[in-house]
């Protein structure tokens, strides 16, 4: 069993009467990558900056390695940050940038500057050493602030929206740039984004954040295909979401009675749902077939052709279906210049499998 590098037990912050975050209960093991996910003002920063020293909690407990640090100052919690803002010193090398951290704890320059160039092998960048930040792209000085951060083996490097500042295709470069020197180094990080995408490409586990409290905490497959709420299926991935209530129930599959309609449906379900319950059955776009490819689907709609949309490799379909519900139906698939012949208007028979359809309680 690996140690837990961050213990967290009842952690809370208020600003007056408003409380941005509950009490909040939360363990890192060692090695891991976990992502604080959410919207603004749901939180993470508030618990990020805690876990950094850089805001002092108003109740609970928070220990990095076993160690009681919920007071203490950052520079006794032994983190490493890396932040939007590179933050790098303009007159000095690359290598003097990296080796800066040893300084400040007295390590002599010879061992320094031997560690920070085992850094920037680390980060790929060996041939930059002797270079300064203005002659450096910004996806290599993120490189290289990450290789500053790491260069004096933190017990856990906190990164705050690290990427923000990159273009799209730079920023998904990075994201696996990041994800190699995490499985390399073998770091425990926390990391802080309200991109749904980065936190599915990157993290070990997601604490998705809501409020001030933890919705969901799991893996990235356990929030995209088991959501305990609604707003989490909502929030991790684009989704259709059929509001009802549970009329019957068998094993690990329920039937629904959609508001407002005579349909049912069909959907599975991981926790007990009782008739009565409020939920809403959520089916991914992607999961969800168009025209002939539906006529072998468990559930067979009819829906009229609102708009479509490219974009890139997905061809989105944007469908009016009053049976299952008054907002659009969103239905996905790769895009293909054969699939591509759909005119807006026009009736469109859809469907979907019943085991692809999930139950989520409107109330965790």
């Not at 802080?192 to 969901?216: F, K, N, P, W, Y």
């Not at 068998?250 to 409020?278: H, I, M, S, Y």
């Not at 609102?306 to 379909?317: A, N, P, V």
């Not at 008054?326 to 499998?353: M, N, Q, R, Y």
Request: contains cysteine.
């Amino acid at each position: 069993m690996k140690n837990i590098k961050l213990s967290i037990a009842g952690l809370t912050k208020r600003y007056g009467s408003f409380v941005a975050l509950h009490p909040t209960n939360l363990e890192v093991p060692e090695g891991e990558f976990l992502t604080l996910l959410g919207p603004s003002g749901s939180g993470k920063t508030t618990l990020l900056s805690m876990i950094a020293g850089l805001s002092v909690p108003d109740g609970g407990q928070l220990l990095i390695n076993g160690k009681d640090v919920t007071y203490g100052a950052p520079y006794e919690r032994d983190i490493g940050m890396v932040f939007q803002n590179y933050a790098l010193f303009p007159h000095m090398t690359i290598a003097e940038n990296i080796a800066f951290p040893l300084k400040m704890r007295k390590l002599d320059r010879a061992t320094a500057m031997k560690r920070a160039l085992e850094a920037l092998e680390l980060v790929h960048l060996p041939h930059v050493a002797q270079r300064f930040p203005k002659e450096l792209s910004g996806g290599q000085q993120q490189r290289i602030a990450l290789a500053r951060c790491l260069v004096y083996k933190p017990s856990i490097v906190l990164m705050d929206e690290p990427l923000g500042a990159l273009d799209k295709k730079l920023r998904e470069h990075m994201q696996l740039e990041i994800k190699r020197i995490h499985r390399e180094a073998g770091t425990t990080i926390v990391y802080v984004t309200h991109d749904q995408e980065e936190a599915m490409t990157m993290s070990d586990r997601i604490c998705l954040m809501d409020g001030g409290r933890i919705a969901q905490l799991g893996t990235p497959a356990d929030l995209y295909f088991r959501p305990r709420t609604p707003f989490v299926a909502d929030f991790l991935g684009e989704s259709n979401l059929f509001k009802g209530t549970v009329v019957a129930s068998q094993g690990g599959q329920v039937k629904v009675a959609l508001a407002g309609t005579q349909t049912e449906l069909l959907a599975t379900t991981e926790q007990p749902l009782a008739n009565g319950a409020k939920v809403s059955v959520m089916v991914r776009p992607q999961n969800m077939a168009a025209a002939a490819a539906a006529q072998g689907a468990s559930e067979r709609f009819s829906g009229q052709l609102l708009d479509t949309m490219i974009t890139g490799s997905l061809t989105k379909l944007y469908l009016k279906a009053p049976a299952l519900s008054t907002a659009p139906v969103v239905l996905s698939f790769p895009t293909s210049i054969a699939k591509h012949d759909h005119a807006l208007g026009s009736s469109l028979e859809f469907g979907w499998s019943s085991s692809d359809a999930v139950a989520v309680p409107e109330t965790a």
